[in-house]
C-alpha cells in the first residue's frame, strides 16, 4: 500500500502555520511561567523587606515610648549624681570640711570599698558603697540637717539602720551610729574588675 502525499502538500502550509503556532504559544507560555516565578520571588523578598522594616519601626517606636516614659526618671538620676560613678572624695570632702566647721559633732566615718549588687538591667548594673558615720548632733534638728546634707551630695545615700541615743551627760545631746549604703548606677564591671 501506498501513501499519497498529494494533499499533505495542499495544507503544508497550514500545517507549518499550525506548528509555529503551538511553538511559539508554548514558548510564550514558558516564558510567562518563568516571569511568574521571577515575581513570586521578588514578591517574597519585598514581603520580607517589609516584615524586617515593620519590626524595626516596631523596635524604634518602643525605644522612643521608653525614652518618653524614662527621660524624667533618667533627669533626676542624671542630677543626682546616681549614674555613672561613685563620688566617694565627694563624701570625704563634705564630711571634713563639716566636722572642721562644726566640731562638736565630732564626725567619725568609715567607707567600706565599692562592691557590685547583683542587680542589672541590661548593660548597667548597680554599685554600693557602705559607710560608716558616727556624730553628735545637740538635738534632733541637726540630726536631720547633716542627714539632709548627705542627701545633696551625688550618689544616693540609702540609710539601713541611724541608732541614737542621748549622751550620759545631762545637756551632752545626742550620739548617733548611721550604716548608710551610697549606691550608684553604672556600666557592668568586667568579671576581673568585679573581684
Known sequence: MKIDLQPLQLIRHDLIMT?????????????????????????????SNVQRLTLQADAQENA?????????LYQTLSQRGI??????????EYLTELNRRSPGLSILFRFEPQRVFTATAETVQLYGSKMMLSFEPSDEDEFSQVLAGLRRLSGWP??????????????????????????????????????
Request: net charge negative.
Open 19 to 47: 506548528g509555529a503556532t503551538l511553538a511559539l504559544g508554548l514558548l510564550l507560555i514558558v516564558l510567562s511561567q518563568i516571569y511568574l516565578w521571577r515575581a513570586q520571588d521578588e514578591q517574597q523578598a519585598l514581603r
Open 64 to 72: 522612643w515610648n521608653n525614652t518618653q516614659q524614662y527621660r524624667a
Open 83 to 92: 549614674l555613672n560613678g561613685e563620688h566617694r572624695l565627694d563624701w570625704i
Open 158 to 195: 540609702a540609710p539601713e539602720q541611724c541608732v541614737m541615743t542621748r549622751q550620759a551627760e545631762a545637756g551632752a545631746g545626742l550620739k548617733v551610729i548611721c550604716d548608710i549604703e551610697w549606691l550608684s548606677i553604672g556600666p557592668v564591671a568586667a568579671p576581673e574588675a568585679s573581684q
